[in-house]
């Protein structure tokens, strides 16, 4: 992108004018290990998850809708992938800072790229077509809790040492006798976790495109080393059938007063990259690279994201380091068994996790900040029928709510 020609940002495609999403083209990260501090070895045979065992890692924390040099503090889901460096080979568990996802259905992947898709506005700024995004999520009513997630505080964290890391996905652990379980991972902040206010971002030049990542680095290189506690909700492989929410669908939760949280172990980072290309840009996280003891779901989105990975890191990696082999044969699930993992359980609402998290997780500042944010998306609506069916989704995920969006639209 030299010479005569206009400079484009990676991740634009100049010809049509329009951002294409190269997905979680901007980050960065840091080295660090993982030490077990629990006794899970019941439900897993990894040797990653024995007792007293410390592995070196690599973290990559991303933006899932930026292109390069593009603001860190735009509002966007934030990957974070973790690399094992285990005696049985190299485990990626490549997850983002949310529990949970917009669709179910890896067939409509594709549309919600497009419906995301960045224009530009006015150089490095860029905007969404409002209208072409809210029909698609209205479209589809399942992305309900992911888009209650995002535009509360957590869709901007104040940096990537103060958010949760989540799998997302429901993954499978096998223990030395063969028993099996459904489990989903979860890393704590011990930081906590915060947000920036409207008025820290004001303060933000938008040339702080690594905004977050000088705040990592600056971190570590004080000593003050970020770390993760890391908790697994387990559900025996038999009782998946009967739970009243389906534990494959990603655009739902499990209830910890259904299934608590066991500790496992805390994740630190204590080392900066040198090269920051070579250890983490081309890192080439990969969701289907297990480890003995852990394996995939019938997660349709899981199985779609096994499959598309490698031929995005061939995208986006321009020479990858040698990725690890598979070392344990990943459990094979037909057509039939992944339409049966998607059918709905009792209690598969579209809106009722989302209502959940509005009514009991959020407090009352939290909520007016939703509300004010959610009314910010309206108002540039073009269509005035959309505008009302916007408002009847959130109405759908709180009626309280949904008065205070209509009220400030």
Not at 134 to 146: G, I, R, T, V
Not at 311 to 325: D, I, K, M
């Amino acid at each position: 992108m030299t010479g005569t020609a206009t400079r484009v940002p990676r991740g634009l495609d100049a010809g049509a004018g329009v951002a294409v999403r190269i997905r979680h083209s901007e980050g960065g990260g840091a080295h660090g290990y993982f030490e077990v501090t629990h006794d899970v070895s019941g439900f897993t045979r990894a040797s990653v998850f024995q007792p007293g065992v410390r592995v070196p890692t690599l973290v990559r924390f991303s933006s899932t809708l930026g292109f390069h040099s593009s603001p860190d503090v735009w509002r966007d889901i934030r990957g974070f992938a973790v690399k094992f460096f285990t005696e049985a080979g190299e485990y990626d568990l490549v997850g983002k800072n949310s529990p949970i996802f917009f669709l179910n259905d890896d067939r409509a992947f594709s549309h919600l790229v497009v419906a995301q898709k960045l224009y530009p506005a006015d150089g490095r700024r860029a905007r969404f077509d409002l209208d072409r995004l809210w029909k698609f999520w209205l479209q589809h009513p399942e992305s309900a809790h992911q888009v209650t997630w995002l535009l509360g505080d957590r869709g901007i964290p104040r940096s990537w040492r103060h958010q949760d890391g989540f799998g997302t996905h429901t993954f499978r652990w096998e223990n030395a006798d063969g028993e099996a379980f459904w489990v989903k991972c979860h890393f704590r902040s011990e930081q906590g976790t915060a947000h920036l206010t409207a008025e820290d971002i004001a303060e933000l030049d938008v040339a702080e495109a690594t905004y977050y990542r000088g705040d990592l680095r600056a971190a570590i290189d004080r000593g003050d080393h970020p770390a993760w506690r890391l908790h697994v909700q387990v559900m025996w492989e038999a009782d998946a059938a009967a739970h009243r929410f389906n534990p494959f669908d990603i655009t739902k939760l499990w209830p910890t007063s259904d299934v608590p949280p066991v500790p496992v172990g805390r994740l630190v980072l204590d080392s900066n990259p040198r090269d920051e290309v070579a250890e983490i840009e081309q890192a080439a996280f990969a969701p289907g690279r297990f480890v003995p003891g852990v394996g995939p779901s019938p997660d349709r989105l899981l199985h779609a994201r096994m499959v598309g990975y490698p031929t995005f890191h061939r995208h986006r990696v321009t020479t990858p380091n040698a990725p690890a082999p598979m070392t344990d044969p990943a459990p094979e699930f037909d057509e039939l068994a992944l339409s049966e993992a998607a059918r709905p359980h009792r209690d598969d609402d579209d809106f009722v996790q989302a209502g959940t998290l509005v009514r009991t997780v959020l407090d009352d500042p939290a909520r007016q900040r939703l509300a004010v944010t959610a009314a910010q998306h309206i108002r540039p609506l073009v269509d005035p029928d959309l505008r009302l069916q916007v408002l009847d989704y959130w109405r759908r995920v709180d009626g309280t709510l949904s008065n205070q969006i209509a009220a400030l639209a």
